[in-house]
């Protein structure tokens, strides 16, 4: 039986055997555990003492032995541990020292006798967590208590550097500890600090929704601290979907063109993100910016509402904004309109809410890209549809000559290839770097929008033999393609005629099992133009 199954087993005698035979107890096993530290956490006192009195540094090791016995509840080795000399400040950087590793496992026993025997109770982990944020986190109230009487800073003094980390009360805020909070206020309007978080706590307790907690540092004046650089409560609550708790800080007067992180988000990005149109739209009554942007991509919140992939939502939240005045033609930097960026997400019926406004079909963006090409690089068969529907080009080319079907095929939406391919997408253009689609299909291995390329005529103008071998090896493949473009097609609610075409020739006998889904699908899309 080798040291480590002796020391688990408390097998005294047979490590003072080892030892009296030379045994290194500086010996390190894979976890980064000594003898002593492994006895430390697992081991009984007696085994602590006799590794002890052989000679082994109480503090060496990559795993310190003080903390390890910390972290495992273990208050008789922490005792021998100290009385042999070991440092009760030492610990890991990333954990932190012994008190630390106590507070975090809730020993308040250990944190007590490491208190009274000089335990450095401001001491930090690599987060820049004390003892007492540890405490407030887990909303141990005598832990705190005990901190606190032992000189605990209750406003940490790396927090007037670096603003954005929490405090002890934000962290029991957040975690919806409502009696330390109430400890942790009181101590602080005893102290003469209150406030000098500057309101973090409540803007913690905002993104989690703690509505009581809310209203207690309310009536304790948290609305009226001097908040740092994107730390509103209100952007706080918008930004982590707490649209009731939003309410509450706007009928007390929040600032609605507060800006959020170095993006510069506004409450209404955050509204429109989220879908909350009633949010929103209150938001716009109290005078919020509708025309505020990004600073990276230069979106607006009309371009955020365009994005939402609930159709009944994006549309709602884009009819308030134009109501307001939000201009409908508006540009992100990149040159996306709320056409490319309704059709990247399958909003038909925004799409044709947009089509009807008068955007044309055909509007590029700075890559040249039109929203087709947009639909077909995300496979929106809904778009496709309708965009083909209002006239757009269906072979309209991209700076780098790329049509649709290229960019389709280059993504590897197969469905979208079928699609295009049916209404009548080019076969045979290429693009700047001379590749047709059936080219780009094969340089990119995507067997499938290949073979609904070679079904319907393209030009065997790239290695043929290839794409034979595959036709035939491949046939349980593709006919599981099949059944998913059906799914797929169907989900995104388009319509597929189950006419003699080059897609419903690939599809067979399947096009005409669905044909009654399909029809309801395009009656949707007819009444939606």
Not at 141 to 167: K, W
Request: aromatic share 6%; hydrophobic share 40%.
């Amino acid at each position: 039986m080798n040291i480590w199954d002796s020391i688990r087993r408390d097998s005294q005698d047979r490590v003072r055997d080892l030892i009296k035979h030379g045994y290194d107890l500086t010996t390190v096993d894979k976890a980064g555990d000594t003898p002593l530290t492994l006895a430390s956490r697992s081991g009984t006192e007696d085994m602590v003492r006799l590794l002890l009195e052989a000679g082994v540094d109480p503090d060496f090791g990559p795993c310190f032995p003080l903390s390890a016995a910390c972290a495992n509840g273990r208050l008789s080795s922490v005792k021998v541990l100290l009385e042999a000399g070991a440092n009760v400040n030492r610990g890991h950087p990333l954990t932190g020292t012994p008190l630390i590793n106590a507070a975090v496992k809730k020993y308040a026993d250990i944190v007590m006798f490491l208190l009274r025997n000089g335990a450095d109770v401001n001491a930090t982990n690599s987060a820049w967590m004390t003892a007492l944020h540890w405490a407030a986190l887990l909303g141990l109230v005598n832990m705190a208590q005990c901190l606190v009487r032992h000189g605990a800073d209750l406003i940490p003094s790396e927090y007037f550097q670096y603003p954005d980390r929490f405090t002890p009360l934000a962290h029991a805020a957040h975690h919806d500890h409502l009696e330390m909070v109430k400890y942790l206020i009181g101590k602080m309007e005893e102290q003469g600090v209150a406030g000098s978080d500057r309101g973090l706590a409540l803007c913690a307790a905002a993104g989690s929704g703690h509505v009581e907690i809310i209203n207690l540092l309310l009536e304790h004046g948290w609305h009226n601290m001097e908040l740092p650089k994107g730390s509103s409560p209100l952007l706080y609550a918008i930004a982590h979907a707490q649209p009731t708790i939003a309410e509450l800080f706007l009928s007390r007067g929040a600032d609605v063109q507060a800006t959020f992180g170095r993006e510069k988000k506004t409450a209404l990005h955050f509204a429109a993100l989220w879908g909350q149109v009633r949010l929103l739209r209150n938001l716009i009554r109290r005078g919020a910016n509708f025309e505020a942007r990004t600073k990276t991509e230069g979106e607006t919140p009309l371009h955020v509402a365009s994005k939402n992939r609930y159709p009944s939502y994006g549309l709602k939240l884009v009819r308030a904004l134009l109501n307001a005045g939000a201009d409908i033609a508006s540009r992100r930097n990149d040159g996306r309109n709320i056409l490319h960026l309704a059709a990247s997400v399958g909003n038909v019926p925004l799409l044709g809410r947009a089509l009807r406004h008068g955007i044309d079909p055909d509007s590029k963006t700075v890559r040249g890209l039109t929203p087709l090409a947009i639909a077909a690089e995300y496979g929106q068969l809904g778009s496709i549809s309708i965009l083909l529907r209002w006239g757009a080009s269906i072979d309209a080319r991209c700076n780098e000559n790329c049509t649709p079907l290229h960019v389709a095929v280059v993504q590897g939406q197969w469905p979208a290839v079928g699609l295009l391919v049916e209404n009548g997408s080019s076969l045979d253009l290429l693009n700047s770097r001379g590749y047709s689609p059936l080219q780009e299909a094969r340089e990119h291995g995507h067997k499938a929008a290949e073979t609904i390329l070679l079904q319907a005529g393209a030009a065997e103008n790239s290695r043929p033999e290839t794409a034979c071998v595959h036709h035939r090896n491949n046939q349980h493949q593709i006919a599981a393609m099949k059944r998913t473009m059906i799914l797929s097609i169907m989900g995104t609610k388009t319509q597929l005629r189950a006419k003699s075409s080059p897609l419903a020739g690939w599809l067979g006998d399947w096009a005409t099992e669905f044909s009654p889904s399909l029809q309801l699908l395009q009656k949707e899309l007819e009444s939606t133009c």
